[in-house]
């Protein structure tokens, strides 16, 4: 059976065969009078694009959300696609700055590329938020498939009285009641009580802290307290 080669990129496609008309004194199986002939596409395509992920994740420290489009399932000729922010509840030129219909562009053979979107640290404590991510109008005959919506997350980084600091780690802490805390300046930390160990460290009774909640190597816990 002939097959053309119409050098167009498309999906594979499919073709049923039957047998009749018999003729003679031979006879057609029925349960195997019938065919699927499969014509595979073997011609470049110009690929899917999607993005990398459903969600994004970044702080909002980090300064910029870094957000990922694929192109796969072909990677032949120059494609496009169009990339736009949207409100979620996150607002533009507060917590982000917004980007409207940027060009994705990518050169022949590229199946990878990255996107910048600005993020602002507000100084306020006002929780997690945001951001509607979208992919439209692509090019060069390349075909949008999901997700082509995705949300970026912006993690808040600002601690307001009685906040939690998730950068403050004191791990297993005292093995005994803690009485006094007092804070220096710079964040360190002198805590004291009816302990001998903090975070498994031996301490008697005293130990000093840094900023990050690990145990001052440089302060001796000494013994003269026993």
Do not use: C, H
């Amino acid at each position: 059976m002939p097959i053309l080669d119409n050098s167009i990129a498309n999906l594979d496609r499919t073709l049923l065969l039957g047998l009749s008309n018999v003729t003679g004194t031979a006879s057609i199986d029925p349960q195997a009078s019938n065919a699927v002939l499969t014509i595979t596409d073997d011609d470049p395509r110009p690929g899917d694009l999607s993005f990398g992920a459903s969600t994004f994740i970044a702080s909002e420290a980090d300064g910029f959300a870094t957000i990922t489009v694929l192109r796969t399932n072909g990677w032949s000729g120059a494609v496009s696609v169009s990339f736009s922010t949207e409100s979620g509840t996150a607002q533009p030129a507060v917590d982000y700055e917004p980007v409207i219909g940027a060009n994705v562009d990518f050169a022949d053979g590229e199946t990878f590329k990255t996107i910048k979107v600005p993020l602002v640290t507000d100084g306020v404590v006002d929780g997690n938020k945001s951001v509607q991510l979208r992919l439209t109008s692509p090019t060069g005959n390349a075909v949008l498939i999901s997700p082509a919506l995705a949300v970026l997350l912006i993690t808040d980084v600002d601690f307001g009285p009685g906040s939690l600091d998730l950068t403050f780690a004191p791990g297993t802490g005292a093995n005994g009641l803690v009485r006094s805390v007092a804070v220096y300046p710079d964040r360190r930390v002198l805590v004291g009580g009816a302990f001998t160990l903090f975070n498994q460290t031996d301490r008697n009774y005293v130990a000093r802290l840094l900023a990050d909640g690990s145990v001052d190597p440089t302060f001796a816990q000494g013994t003269y307290l026993a």
